[in-house]
């Protein structure tokens, strides 16, 4: 090979030079989809995230409205009251232990 790049061939540089371009021209574009499949991963996993934490915050939204309209209607037997106040606990205690237990284990 070095001989056929040490005779100076115009022809035998324009072949090697044509080959090196071509070799970055692939790493290139291997470097282009790399970063590509990695950006669309962090947005899917942006996007079921946030869905997640949608879908759940109307859950738990839904449940405390029909929690809290039993047990302030009049009507409501104790029994439904008493569940009533028992679903509010634990939603209430449930979103006051997500959001203040995520933030001390950022700390730790």
């Known amino acids: 090979m070095d001989k056929f790049l040490n005779s100076q061939s115009p022809l035998a540089e324009?072949?090697?030079t044509s080959i090196i371009q071509r070799e970055?021209?692939?790493a290139a574009v291997e470097r282009r989809i790399k970063e590509?499949?990695?950006q669309v991963k962090r947005w899917k996993g942006l996007i079921q995230t946030s869905v997640m934490y949608i879908v759940g915050g109307i859950l738990i939204l839904f449940i405390g409205i029909a929690s809290y309209v039993i047990l302030?209607?009049?009507k409501a037997e104790n029994d439904e009251?008493?569940?009533a106040r028992t679903t509010l606990t634990s939603l209430?205690?449930?979103v006051i232990g997500f959001l203040f237990g995520k933030q001390g284990?950022?700390?730790s």
């Open 14 to 16: 324009d072949i090697v």
């Open 24 to 26: 970055n021209e692939d």
């Open 36 to 38: 590509t499949d990695a």
């Open 72 to 74: 302030t209607n009049p």
């Open 81 to 83: 009251k008493s569940w």
């Open 92 to 94: 209430a205690t449930g």
């Open 105 to 107: 284990s950022k700390d």
